[in-house]
């Protein structure tokens, strides 16, 4: 039985899930960003995974993360003539994030790494017994 391949394939898992845990941390931090690197508001950010297969008779499998995007969906537009990055007519540019939408994405991705955790685990245990069959 080989574990290594496993083993490669929920580590790949688990850092795919720890970038995404991150981007979503990054989107919940600038909900409330009007003004990014670019003077626009911050846009959402997404990222997208692919799978790998890779090695002898593709032995190394796993997932990566193909990359990262920002969501072009536009921000909401209120009238706030106080605020500083407002327009001529008191209009200010929100950031697309929605909080509920992110927190959702949170749970989906910390319940993905902690699956992926328990495989590793699993696999370690069991690997461990199967050493010590011959004992």
């Known amino acids: 039985m080989n574990f290594v391949t496993g083993i490669h394939a929920t580590s790949s898992a688990l850092t795919a899930e720890q970038m995404r845990l991150?981007?979503?941390?990054?989107?919940?931090?600038?909900?409330?960003?009007?003004?990014?690197?670019d003077g626009n508001p911050y846009q959402?950010?997404?990222?997208?995974?692919?799978?790998?297969?890779?090695g002898v008779n593709n032995a190394e499998k796993g997932v990566r993360v193909a990359g990262m995007k920002k969501d072009?969906?536009?921000?909401?537009?209120?009238?706030?003539?106080?605020?500083?990055?407002?327009?001529?007519?008191?209009?200010?540019?929100?950031?697309?994030?929605?909080?509920?939408?992110?927190?959702?994405?949170?749970?989906?991705?910390?319940?993905?790494?902690?699956?992926?955790l328990s495989v590793a685990r699993n696999s370690r245990s069991l690997a461990t017994k199967a050493l010590s069959i011959g004992k």
């Open 72 to 116: 072009p969906t536009p921000g909401e537009e209120v009238y706030n003539p106080g605020h500083p990055h407002a327009d001529a007519q008191g209009m200010l540019k929100l950031p697309n994030v929605q909080i509920a939408t992110e927190m959702v994405d949170l749970m989906s991705a910390s319940r993905a790494y902690e699956a992926n």
């Open 22 to 37: 991150d981007i979503v941390a990054q989107n919940i931090a600038n909900a409330y960003t009007t003004k990014d690197t």
């Open 44 to 54: 959402r950010r997404t990222l997208s995974f692919e799978t790998v297969l890779g």
